[in-house]
T-cell receptor, first 113, second 119 residues
Framework: QKEVEQDPGPLSVPEGAIVSLNCTYS??????FMWYRQYSRKGPELLMY????GNKEDGRFTAQVDKSSKYISLFIRDSQPSDSATYLC?????????????FGKGTKLTVNP | SAVISQKPSRDICQRGTSLTIQCQVD?????MFWYRQQPGQSLTLIAT?????????ESGFVIDKFPISRPNLTFSTLTVSNMSPEDSSIYLC????????????????FGPGTRLTVL
């Protein structure tokens, strides 16, 4: 089982739709959970950062963490064409004896006007 | 926050040659990281470069292939040596969001990346 699993998509939705992006993980030592957004030909930018299980909301974006199920989600409400990007989940914790940031493969999202 | 620039933004190189990628940050930062992003693959950490010490390489990456310099708190270079087509990838530098702290590497700012194609 891979340490972080993320469906690469691609995912195509109409403007205004609710988008759900998900990642599962196997390493229970992960303590911090992040979502990065990467536009084409750009570097990843931090979108959401969570520490514990539960929900965190920022505008149209909600990050959800369920540590008991080792499952994290990112919800985008009222999606816009400008949300079209690749979304990378990332987790931070002990790996191989030291702390590391581990990324999923990313889900490519297209929001159609 | 920190603004990060990389040079070159892209390059096409011949097998057997070397390319040095530069990373410049607009703030002084303690921890800098170099990543590789291959198509369909996760962002993979190559090494961590802290000013004043040798870079720390991840499993599968060696200094002879990916030498790194970190001469000061705002600049670093990554060289991809003796390139083969398998080295074709996007190379990204990043900095710890805590800038001048050794606290963690949990949140990072990324540069725009260098897109390398090896023929």
């Amino acid at each position: 089982q891979k340490e972080v699993e993320q469906d690469p998509g691609p995912l195509s939705v109409p403007e205004g739709a609710i988008v759900s992006l998900n990642c599962t993980y196997s390493n229970s030592a992960f303590q911090y959970f992040m979502w990065y957004r990467q536009y084409s030909r750009k570097g990843p930018e931090l979108l959401m950062y969570t520490y514990s299980s539960g929900n965190k909301e920022d505008g149209r974006f909600t990050a959800q963490v369920d540590k008991s199920s080792k499952y994290i989600s990112l919800f985008i409400r009222d999606s816009q064409p400008s949300d079209s990007a690749t979304y990378l989940c990332a987790m931070f914790g002990v790996k191989g004896g030291s702390e590391k940031l581990v990324f999923g493969k990313g889900t490519k999202l297209t929001v159609n006007p | 926050s920190a603004v990060i620039s990389q040079k070159p933004s892209r390059d096409i190189c011949q097998r057997g040659t070397s390319l040095t990628i530069q990373c410049q940050v607009d703030s002084q930062v303690t921890m800098m990281f170099w990543y590789r992003q291959q198509p369909g693959q996760s962002l993979t950490l190559i090494a961590t470069a802290n000013q004043g010490s040798e870079a720390t390489y991840e499993s599968g990456f060696v200094i002879d292939k990916f030498p790194i310099s970190r001469p000061n708190l705002t600049f670093s270079t990554l060289t991809v040596s003796n390139m083969s087509p398998e080295d074709s990838s996007i190379y990204l530098c990043s900095v710890d969001a805590h800038l001048t702290s050794f606290i963690t590497g949990d949140t990072q700012y990324f540069g725009p990346g260098t897109r390398l194609t090896v023929l």
